[in-house]
């Protein structure tokens, strides 16, 4: 299997622009979480989604953050509009749906905007 | 409620020295309990974990942790340190009461390894 996917890998905006983020989960993988990186934050739960339904949204920071899962096999991460203050590594993660599933992630996505 | 705490921002350690990487966590439940590693410019990767059964979890590149309910500790541990070690290492717990899958991940530890 080749793993989570994620693209792009590095992401360079301006302010104000618009940026998504994609994640292709393991094949059979029920689970699938956005989680963010900052020096300053550590690791953090953005949203997560079980059988393509978001499940607990409470980590987005605000309403400029969306994400989908329209398919099992596809997710993505809107920013609308970015800010410097979003400059993260973005990393999602899947998981089966079995009690102590393993989360296995992407190699992340690594937006700084200008 | 579930938690994570790994107390040391980072651990030094000398190569072929024996290494801990320390992690309590609180959860509901029976805990579901993980470590990751994380290279520099890569994603988290799976080490170990416990879930149920040995206290002790063997895992891969020699690593191992012992699991103690009774402190609520699951410490991380290598007999012999490589440079090639040195990363940043997390410690994630769910709680079987949790519904769902979601993992609290600790805060990190950095593991230096001096030649």
């Known amino acids: 299997d080749a793993g989570v996917i994620q693209s792009p890998r590095h992401e360079v905006t301006e302010m104000g622009q618009e940026v998504t983020l994609r994640c292709k989960p393991i094949?059979?993988?029920?689970?699938l979480f956005w989680y963010r990186q900052t020096m300053m934050r550590g690791l953090e739960l953005l949203i997560y989604f079980n059988n393509n339904v978001p499940i607990d949204d409470s980590g987005m920071p605000e309403d400029r953050f969306s994400a989908k899962m329209p398919n099992a096999s596809f997710s993505t991460l809107k920013i609308q509009p970015s800010e410097p203050r979003d400059s993260a590594v973005y990393f999602c993660?899947?998981?089966?749906?079995?009690?102590?599933?393993?989360?296995?992630f992407g190699p992340g996505t690594r937006l700084t905007v200008l | 409620a579930q938690s994570v705490a790994q107390p040391e921002d980072q651990v030094n350690v000398a190569e072929g020295n024996p290494l801990t990487v320390k992690c309590t966590y609180s959860?509901?439940?029976?805990?579901?309990l993980f470590w990751y590693v994380q290279y520099p410019n890569r994603g988290l990767q799976f080490l170990l974990k416990y879930i149920t059964g040995d206290n002790l979890v063997k895992g891969s590149y020699g690593f191992e942790a012992e699991f103690n309910k009774s402190q609520t500790s699951f410490h991380l541990k290598k007999p012999s340190a490589l440079v090639s070690d040195s990363a940043l290492y997390f410690c994630a717990v769910r709680g079987s009461y949790n519904a769902g899958n979601m993992l609290t991940f600790g805060g990190g530890t950095r593991l230096m390894v001096k030649p």
């Open positions: 993660a899947s998981s089966l749906p079995t009690a102590g599933g393993t989360q296995y």
């Open positions: 094949s059979g993988h029920d689970y």
């Open positions: 959860v509901s439940g029976n805990p579901y």
